[in-house]
């Protein structure tokens, strides 16, 4: 029976699309006390993005097999925890994962971005910088970083972590914007001014640049070159900035 079941995971992972159809093909054979079963019903629940089911099914077998589990089945249950349950539960989970795993960016990124959501911004450094580490997941683990180190209280460290981004894609909105909030923070003004007029290219009838950039110029006591800016702005239409 192992063996039968481990074939049927091998063919759910090369179909994921078989993985519904089976489900329901299964929707009146119970499985619950039959381990190899269950094993097959979890990995087809999580690859059809039945994320709670899922988790209930893992942790059921888990229960049956006396805490015992594999590699894939902690890292499984783990993340469909984080999506059918995040908090608390699923923290405990990611982190057991990643006892057992030693290493794994997925996990790590998932971890950091949980800590973030529960306003643990300091412990989650540590985990986005490791998921950081590949390349697949290099955006979004910078980008979270960047913001953990600005809820941190390190603005230094979201400068580097944003100007990274914004180096890789000069166009994205939001990696500038928070490199220019990173840098007002950190006390670099003349640098945010220059980091707002990319999105005064990008975006030239938003408000929101135009208005920091002024704001920037006058506590940098610029009186004059601070209503020059608004007064350009309210010529390109910018509402807000012809008060």
Same mark, same amino acid.
């Given at each position: 029976?192992?063996?039968?079941?481990?074939?049927?995971?091998?063919?759910?992972?090369?179909?994921?699309?078989?993985?519904? =159809?089976? $489900?329901?093909?299964? !929707?009146?054979?119970?499985? *619950?006390?039959? %381990?190899? /079963?269950?094993? &097959? @019903? #979890?990995?087809?629940?999580?690859?059809?993005?039945?994320?709670?089911?899922?988790?209930?099914?893992?942790?059921?077998?888990?229960?049956?097999?006396?805490?015992?589990?594999?590699? =894939?089945? $902690?890292?499984?249950? !783990?993340?469909?925890?984080? *999506?059918?349950? %995040?908090? /608390?539960?699923? &923290? @405990? #989970?990611?982190?057991?994962?990643?006892?057992?795993?030693?290493?794994?960016?997925?996990?790590?990124?998932?971890?950091?971005?949980?800590?973030?959501?529960?306003?643990?911004?300091? =412990?989650?450094?540590?985990?986005?910088?490791?998921?950081?580490?590949?390349?697949?997941?290099?955006?979004?683990?910078?980008?979270?970083?960047?913001?953990?180190?600005?809820?941190?209280?390190?603005?230094?460290?979201?400068?580097?972590?944003?100007?990274?981004?914004?180096?890789?894609?000069?166009?994205?909105?939001?990696?500038?914007?928070?490199?220019?909030?990173?840098?007002?923070?950190?006390?670099?003004?003349?640098?945010?001014?220059?980091?707002?007029?990319?999105?005064?290219?990008?975006?030239?009838?938003?408000?929101?640049?135009?208005?920091?950039?002024?704001?920037?110029?006058?506590?940098?006591?610029?009186?004059?070159?601070?209503?020059?800016?608004?007064?350009?702005?309210?010529?390109?239409?910018?509402?807000?900035?012809?008060?």
């Amino acid at each position: 029976r192992a063996k039968a079941a481990i074939d049927r995971i091998d063919v759910l992972r090369a179909n994921p699309k078989r993985a519904e =159809e089976w $489900l329901e093909e299964r !929707a009146n054979q119970p499985s *619950r006390n039959d %381990p190899h /079963a269950l094993a &097959v @019903e #979890a990995y087809a629940a999580f690859t059809a993005g039945q994320h709670l089911r899922a988790a209930e099914l893992y942790s059921k077998l888990i229960e049956l097999e006396d805490g015992e589990a594999t590699d =894939e089945q $902690l890292k499984n249950l !783990a993340i469909a925890l984080d *999506r059918a349950k %995040p908090g /608390a539960e699923s &923290v @405990e #989970a990611i982190e057991r994962a990643l006892e057992r795993l030693g290493s794994d960016t997925q996990l790590s990124l998932l971890l950091g971005k949980r800590l973030m959501g529960m306003g643990r911004p300091k =412990e989650a450094i540590r985990h986005l910088e490791m998921a950081a580490a590949s390349e697949d997941l290099t955006w979004s683990a910078r980008y979270d970083l960047g913001l953990a180190q600005l809820e941190s209280g390190n603005p230094r460290g979201a400068v580097k972590e944003f100007g990274a981004l914004v180096a890789r894609r000069p166009d994205d909105r939001g990696a500038i914007q928070n490199l220019a909030k990173a840098q007002v923070e950190a006390g670099m003004s003349e640098a945010a001014l220059t980091t707002l007029e990319r999105l005064e290219r990008l975006a030239p009838r938003e408000a929101e640049h135009w208005l920091a950039r002024a704001a920037i110029l006058q506590d940098l006591d610029r009186q004059g070159a601070a209503g020059a800016l608004l007064k350009r702005a309210c010529g390109l239409g910018v509402q807000e900035a012809c008060r």
